[in-house]
T-cell receptor
């Protein structure tokens, strides 16, 4: 079945460092890809998404490009802030008509940014 | 426009009791999803419902778990005879439509953290 694999954490960075969190997927068909962020004690918030190959999703300085050839959707940010400390989840949903739109998540990556 | 609401936020039950988790979707949303997050793990899909119908329950445990989304009122996830392994965070999400572009984003509630003693 469809699955998502993302790099294990925790990832610890200093403020203003460059961030990469790797995510690869396995899917039949043409899924949509997502990054969600979860702050402590809260639910998930959509950070960005891409619905087809070569699309780039971006939001709040984060970006990720849907790479069909490498089945990847790596999350990047050029300069992280302490407020970016959270757990980041990569996810996919099935594409095409008739799909239930359920999300399949990776295990999450904890990011800790130190001042 | 209120977001997805879940209650209670925290629920403590003893083994063998019943747990009832409630989810009120965003206004106008008729699609509801339940996910479970076990400690140190990602979210796992449990069930997808539309008003009065269960569409996909492929992620639901075969016993003790049930879900409903009545015509009026919130969606309910019910766990009978809880065991320690049911301790987890349960998240509800809602969406406006099923597929197509733009309106199928899932909005998540803050979750219910169930602790089974």
């Amino acid at each position: 079945g469809d699955s998502v694999t993302q790099m294990e954490g925790p990832v610890t960075l200093s403020e203003e460092a460059f961030l990469t969190i790797n995510c690869t997927y396995t899917a039949t068909g043409y899924p949509s890809l997502f990054w969600y962020v979860q702050y402590p004690g809260e639910g998930l918030q959509l950070l960005l998404k891409a619905t087809k190959a070569d699309d780039k999703g971006s939001n709040k300085g984060f970006e990720a490009t849907y790479r069909k050839e490498t089945t990847s959707f790596h999350l990047e940010k050029g300069s992280v802030q302490v407020s970016d400390s959270a757990v980041y989840f990569c996810a996919l949903s099935e594409g095409g008509g008739g799909a239930t739109n359920k999300l399949i998540f990776g295990t999450g990556t904890l990011l800790a940014v130190q001042p | 426009n209120a977001g997805v609401m879940q209650n209670p936020r925290h629920l403590v039950r003893r083994r063998g009791q019943e747990a009832r988790l409630r989810c009120s979707p965003m206004k106008g949303h008729s699609h509801v999803y339940w996910y479970r997050q076990l400690p140190e793990e990602g979210l796992k899909f449990m069930v997808y419902l539309q008003k009065e119908n269960i569409i996909d329950e492929s992620g639901m445990p075969k016993e003790r778990f049930s879900a409903e989304f009545p015509k009026e009122g919130p969606s309910i996830l019910r766990i009978q005879q809880v065991v320690r392994g049911d301790s987890a965070a349960y998240f509800c999400a809602s969406s406006l439509t099923l597929s197509g572009t733009g309106n199928n984003e899932q909005f998540f509630g803050p979750g219910t953290r169930l602790t089974v003693l």
